[in-house]
């Protein structure tokens, strides 16, 4: 009778499983079962499938398997998630440790206006177009701010030589800091010329139309500091425009 109690137990998991299948199915057309979709069911929390099935997880980072969600509030705006990559720092020769995982953020109306259809366009777009756009750093490690404030600062510094941009200003935004905490964010929205700045702790403002090109610069410009991030990022946008 035993094997017979335990067939009975697994027939009915699997007409619940069903069940919750052919309802999620129900409230959106599009829904299509299958038996991946019955196996994440019965590990994911609820809701977990419905939104799943609509494209609504989250992005992992494929390095240091940080997530991203589909989109981001900042500047009044809801912004949404095109690419992201990781951030190493090297501590002896080829070994390198992971530092943090940065998204990117755009406003997606005027993301498409832009008309990109290749990497070289959409950076082009996103260092010089004016809409609503964000960089969102997660922290794949504890680390001093101000440590933060001075590589980010370095990476800067170059790319606005020759202009009044308010770089020491920004460098010691992050002395506010002790440190940042492994999944801290930093996020940098640009909006028109002014580029703001959000700790855990503080925001502040910085209106430098040099300051906001050159930080979206670090990481999509020629000389990225994350090439895989760039790339990710790129495409995300130019699939975004399409």
Do not use: H, W
Not at 119 to 133: M, Q
């Amino acid at each position: 009778r035993a094997p017979a109690c335990k067939m009975s137990r697994s027939l009915f998991v699997s007409v619940l499983m069903l069940s919750a299948v052919a309802v999620a199915s129900a409230s959106s057309p599009t829904c299509i079962a299958t038996p991946s979709t019955l196996q994440d069911l019965r590990f994911s929390r609820p809701g977990g499938l419905v939104n799943r099935l609509r494209g609504g997880a989250d992005f992992v980072e494929k390095v240091t398997g940080i997530k991203f969600p589909d989109s981001l509030s900042a500047g009044g705006k809801t912004l949404k998630f095109v690419g992201a990559g990781d951030r190493k720092k090297a501590i002896l020769g080829p070994v390198a440790v992971n530092v943090y995982a940065v998204g990117l953020y755009v406003d997606e109306a005027g993301a498409k206006a832009s008309g990109a259809t290749d990497a070289a366009s959409a950076s082009k777009a996103l260092l010089d177009g004016t809409f609503s756009k964000s960089l969102k750093i997660v922290m794949a490690r504890s680390v001093g701010a101000q440590k933060i404030g001075d590589a980010l600062a370095d990476q800067i510094e170059p790319r606005v030589k020759g202009t009044d941009a308010p770089l020491e200003s920004f460098k010691s935004f992050f002395g506010k800091m002790d440190k940042l905490e492994t999944a801290n964010e930093l996020t940098f929205t640009a909006s028109g010329d002014t580029l703001q700045v959000k700790s855990p702790k503080s925001s502040q403002d910085f209106a430098s139309k040099e300051l906001c090109k050159a930080m979206f610069d670090i990481y999509i410009g020629g000389t990225p500091v994350s090439p895989n991030g760039k790339k990710s990022m790129l495409d995300g946008f130019v699939n975004l425009c399409k």
